[in-house]
């Protein structure tokens, strides 16, 4: 990690500021299985706060919460929507259920897969798009050139400390992300965290 800091600073002087700011590269990481697509599913749309608590009950309703594809299937729609879940995402997460516990979708296959194929293997979900993969390949795959450009925390953060007048376009951010390529994630990471102290991670 010594490396991708010493590379950012040097490319990229206001993010030189924030990695001195905010000091060590102290990413969670999460297992790269089922419970962490969910957790990237419901975050969907959703501040992490309010996102977090509605996890954090479907886990304790799946029983001992540890969040598998069964545990998921024996809840009834009706008790996921008491849970917060919206319609939807009650849907996809039922979908993405199935298709794990069917075998249909191998996560330890995704292991070796680079970040195209994976992206291209969860987006032929049912409510799965670019945004939630980008998620899984951070926090799940621990990824290290990840660039959520369309991210509503991206966006602000980079508005604030590179003084846009209005939020920047992901094609704004990917142009700036040029530079702390390969390292867009541990970027990515410090932009969300000069929002706020976890900043939903």
Known sequence: MRKALL?????DP???????Q??????????PDFATLVKAIIY??????VA?????????AAGDGNLTPAAVLKLRPRKMRALGLSRQKIAYIRDLAARTQSGELDFAALLDLHDEAVCQRLTSLKGIGTWTVQMFLIFGLRRLDVLPSADLGIRAAVRKAYGFAELPRPSEIEELARKWRPYCTVASWYLWRSLEEKAGL
Do not use: N
Request: without cysteine.
């Open 22 to 31: 905010i000091g060590p590269y102290a990413i969670e990481f999460l297992e």
């Open 7 to 11: 590379h950012l600073k040097k490319a």
């Open 52 to 60: 977090s608590v509605i996890f954090d009950r479907l886990a304790a």
């Open 44 to 49: 969907q749309q959703l501040s992490g706060k």
């Open 14 to 20: 206001v993010l030189r500021g924030l990695i001195e």
